[in-house]
Every structure is written in C-alpha cells, then in structure tokens.
C-alpha cells in the first residue's frame, strides 16, 4: 500500500527555521516525484514545488523560489521542505503528494498534512 | 502561467441532484494535463480525475470529468451525502513547468 507520512504539526516563532519531512512507502520512492502544496487558513490549494528523489532534480513555483528549500534523501525514503527564516505569513497546512508516473501530471497520493502555525 | 478559473465559488443543491462544475483555463491546456480533487474538511485532497475524463482508483462512476482546450467540467450525477465538499481543478504546464490549482468550488447542501 502506497503512504506518504509526514511529520508532526509544528509552532515556531517567527525568524526560526524549520524542516518538514514526508516519508515514502509501498513503493520505489526513487522513481516518483514528490510535490509539496500550501493551504493557508481557509484557503485554496498552491503548487510549491516539486522533486525526483531519484536524482532530486527540483523545481519551484516562482511563488516560493527562494522562499523554501525542498529536498530528498533517498536513503530514508523521505522528502523535506524547509524554511531558514519563518515568517507569519508562513502559517498553514502543508502537504506533500506523489505525482503519476503514466504522464498524466496528476498527484494520486497524498500525505496528511502537516499544520505549521508561526506566532511570537 | 496559465490560471484556472472555477466556478460557481459556491453550489447550492440537495443529495439526488446533480452537480455541474465548471474550470475555465487562461489558455489552452492539455486534456491530459488536467485533473479534479475533492477535499472535505480536515482532510488531504484525493484524486477524482486525471487526464480531464478518466476517475481515479475507486471513485464512484457518479463522477465524470468532460472537456478540452479552455473548458472542462466536473459533473457529479446523483449527489450523495458525502459528496459534499470543495473541489479543485489542476492543471500542468510544460512550458514552465508549474501545476496550477483553480481557487475551489464550494459544494454545499441545501
């Protein structure tokens, strides 16, 4: 059974750093990209970024370039976005999903989420 | 970059109706490259439709996915209780490349 695990809900102060993870099982995790997506509170669904753990070839949405750093070790079959500097603005759920690989472009399977909430 | 557009932002009908919901794209998108998503509350958003018409492992066959180029729709042909929800549509561009969610449709009993 395919499952993507990510990591526990998270409170950081603004200005701190943090690094979330996404863990991968059920299937070869090299050879499927991993998508990381944001909903703000109340808010619809944004593309963040995306990796190959395979060889992680990245890419980012121009929206977050910069922003986040998303990478993958493909020992532990685990993804991580990860910020140096939080902001507020950085407060909500985040989640990874497995995009398919019949190229269709579509994310068939998706993590539960991981709420981060940045407040002083 | 292509931006989708959904609507209504909320649809009003009660369980045995059948929903209509519309994704309007900036340009034009391959039928391939687009798919649908239902999220409830409290929950990730799972898979309906992949490649603008084809459901995804295990959705109902209540659920139908039609259109091309700049238009597509979600249709849903006797609502029941727990299809309510938000739906999304997504595409991909190549040119980019980027996915692109629309902002949601509401889907809410009456």
């Known amino acids: 059974e395919v499952q993507l695990v990510q990591s526990g809900a998270e409170v950081k102060k603004p200005g701190e750093s943090l690094k979330i993870s996404c863990k991968g099982s059920?299937?070869?995790?090299?050879?499927?990209?991993i998508g990381w997506v944001r909903q703000m509170p109340g808010k619809g669904l944004e593309w963040m970024g995306i990796?190959?753990?395979?060889?992680?070839?990245?890419r980012y949405s121009p929206s977050f370039q910069g922003q986040v750093t998303i990478s993958a070790d493909k020992s532990i079959s685990t993804a991580y976005l990860q910020w140096s500097s939080l902001k507020a603005s950085d407060t909500a759920m985040y989640y990874c999903?497995?995009?398919?690989?019949?190229?269709?472009?579509?994310?068939?399977?998706w993590g539960q989420g991981t709420l981060v909430t940045v407040s002083s | 970059e292509i931006v989708l557009t959904q609507s209504p932002g909320t649809l009003s009908l009660s369980p045995g109706e059948r929903a209509t919901l519309s994704c309007r794209a900036s340009?034009?998108?391959?039928?391939?490259?687009l798919a649908w998503y239902q999220q409830k509350p409290g929950q990730a958003p799972r898979l309906l439709i992949y490649?603008?018409?084809s459901r995804a492992t295990g959705i109902p066959d209540r659920f139908s996915g039609s259109g091309s180029g700049t238009d597509f729709t979600l249709t849903i042909s006797r609502l029941e209780p727990e299809d309510f929800a938000v739906y999304y549509c997504?595409?991909?561009?190549?040119?980019?490349?980027?996915?692109?969610f629309g902002q949601g449709t509401k889907l809410e009993i009456k």
């Open positions: 999903a497995r995009r398919d690989s019949s190229g269709y472009y579509s994310f068939n399977y």
């Open positions: 059920g299937y070869s995790f090299t050879s499927y990209w």
């Open positions: 990796i190959y753990p395979g060889d992680s070839d990245t």
């Open positions: 340009q034009s998108v391959s039928s391939s490259y």
């Open positions: 490649g603008a018409s």
């Open positions: 997504q595409q991909y561009g190549s040119s980019s490349p980027s996915y692109t």
